[in-house]
Nanobody
Framework: QVQLVESGGGLVQAGGSLRLSCAAS????????MGWYRQAPGKERELVAS???????DYADSVKGRFTISRDNAKNTVYLQMNSLKPEDTAVYYC?????????WGRGTQVTVSS
């Protein structure tokens, strides 16, 4: 059974930082691409960052230079380091992976950035 469990969200002032974590189980993590998505109220879910098994990374234009995605295969965990946070980064952040049995999502973690 595939499970993705996010943690690390919270309330932060603009300009601050947060680090999100996503612990994965039920997959061979080291060969899995992982992604972080976010969904703000009234908006569609969007890809924030992704990291492949060979650690190739990709970012949404809106977060380039501020967010960093990384992975620790020994801990089956993917991280999203978020710096210089802006109020428009406020959203629920979801961890995602695609496995042989389909697409999987975590339950999400709320990130709120106050101005």
């Amino acid at each position: 059974q595939v499970q993705l469990v996010e943690s690390g969200g919270g309330l932060v002032q603009a300009g601050g930082s947060l680090r999100l974590s996503c612990a994965a189980s039920g997959i061979i993590f080291s060969i899995s691409s992982m992604g972080w998505y976010r969904q703000a109220p009234g908006k569609e879910r969007e890809l924030v960052a992704s990291i492949s098994a060979i650690r190739r990374t990709d970012y949404a234009d809106s977060v380039k230079g501020r967010f960093t995605i990384s992975r620790d295969n020994a801990k089956n965990t993917v991280y999203l380091q978020m710096n210089s946070l802006k109020p428009e980064d406020t959203a629920v952040y979801y961890c995602h992976t695609r496995w042989s049995t389909g697409d999987y999502w975590g339950r999400g973690t709320q990130v709120t950035v106050s101005s």
